[in-house]
């Protein structure tokens, strides 16, 4: 039930990201096309600019569940059994350590951002705690997913994020044409 739920959470931020990106295009071709026709779409670089804060944050968790992030593990990799398993523990630890601090200070930002009512200085003025929850949304689901990993590990599970090695050549070949890791 919990993993379904966790599962369901990573996915719907996903998604979220997805449509950040679909806003981002939208706002961006309506911008281009108005200045040639004299149309002109108020605060609009600003909007694209919230949507692709909360595309880059709300896509994190998904992104890294699927092993799709860019992970430096050159020494993680060369280790093997306990010893593997203790330094991956450690480096999610600090991870989750950061990430924490981060959610936290994000979210102490969006909350005095509504407490003090400031507003964006463009044409269509805005609370800036409404842009600045993509960012906080995403930063606590990243959080959760790496707390997530670090049960699963401990558990004595292999990490959601490290691919399964390839089982051909054919594979092998297919993987870095899609310009996925090994």
Not at 22 to 36: K, P
Not at 62 to 74: A, N, Q, S
Not at 94 to 102: D, K, N, R, V
Request: hydrophobic share 50%; proline share 4%; glycine share 10%.
């Amino acid at each position: 039930m919990i993993r379904r739920s966790l599962d369901a959470l990573y996915l719907t931020a996903g998604y979220a990201a997805g449509l950040g990106l679909i806003t981002i295009f939208a706002l961006m071709m309506l911008l281009s096309v108005g200045r040639e026709i004299n149309i002109n779409i108020p605060s609009g670089d600003d909007f694209a600019a919230w949507a692709m804060v909360s595309m880059a944050f709300l896509g994190t968790a998904h992104t890294f569940k699927k092993g799709e992030m860019i992970r430096v593990g050159l020494l993680v990799e060369r280790l093997h059994g306990t010893s593997r398993r203790i330094a991956e523990l450690i480096s999610l630890s600090i991870a989750a350590a950061f990430l924490a601090y981060f959610a936290f200070q994000s979210g102490k930002l969006a909350y005095d951002s509504w407490r003090f009512f400031d507003m964006s200085t463009g044409v269509v003025s805005v609370p800036l705690w409404m842009p600045q929850m993509g960012m906080v949304v995403g930063l606590a689901i990243l959080l959760i997913a790496v707390i997530d990993e670090w049960v699963i590990v401990l558990r004595g599970g292999k990490p959601t994020y490290e691919p399964e090695p390839p089982k051909s050549a054919e594979e092998l070949i297919e993987r870095i044409a899609q310009g996925g890791g090994v």
